[in-house]
């Protein structure tokens, strides 16, 4: 294993451990796989908890192998393939900045994984994985595997997310209802408020 292999498994792959535990358990202020689903149903990935189980037990399994050094193809593949989906359903639209909300980071990652495979593995594999995460994400996420639902209603944004996307969109919405209410002429004049 060369050092720069080393320092990719050292950094990405405890970092994926820690994000796929955030949508199974919640760990490391992560929302959970209630949470993460509620998010995932709220960007047509229905049923939320099934793709939330899904995304979560491919990060944290990928980067366990790709920290241990084991089966690094198919570690690369797996983790490729929650990134390519995070990229497709939460991130393109922001455009490339994640100061927007956008897939900068979920980009980099993709190259560090395709970099580690093919300094270990060869460029073959390196490809390979690359076209397995994507076909997987197309797969998984297709119309013949996710259930067709409401949309959210407009102007609300989810009440939970996926911390992969904070910035992308608001994680928590106003009641606008309530803050309304709370602003009305007689009850300012009740309270002191002008």
């Known amino acids: 294993m060369t050092p720069g292999s080393a320092a990719i ?4 792959g405890p970092l994926f451990v820690g994000h796929g535990t955030q949508k199974l358990f919640g760990w490391f202020g992560g929302h959970g796989r209630d949470g993460t689903a509620a998010f995932f ?13 899904a995304a979560g037990v491919a990060e944290t399994l990928g980067g366990a192998l790709l920290t241990l050094g084991r089966l690094t193809p198919l570690a690369s593949a797996a983790l490729s393939g929650t990134m ?15 100061t927007n909300g956008g897939y900068e980071y979920n980009l980099a990652l993709l190259a560090a994984l ?3 495979t093919e300094r270990e593995s060869g460029a073959p594999w390196a490809l390979a994985q690359l076209a397995a995460g994507a076909a997987g994400s197309f797969l998984v996420t297709s119309p013949l595997l996710t259930e067709r639902g409401p949309a959210p209603s407009e102007g ?3 009440d939970a997310g996926d911390p992969a996307t904070e910035g992308a969109e608001p994680r928590f919405h106003r009641d606008e209802d309530a803050e309304a209410a709370a602003l009305r002429p007689s009850d300012a004049a009740s309270t002191g408020r002008s």
Request: proline share 8%; glycine share 10%; charged share 20%.
């Open 84 to 98: 390519v989906t995070a990229i497709r359903k939460a991130h393109a639209r922001n455009g490339p900045w994640a």
């Open 41 to 53: 149903e709220s960007i047509g990935l229905r049923p939320g908890r099934r793709h939330a189980t």
């Open 114 to 116: 395709f970099a580690v």
């Open 156 to 158: 609300h944004a989810p």
């Open 9 to 12: 498994r050292g950094v990405v």
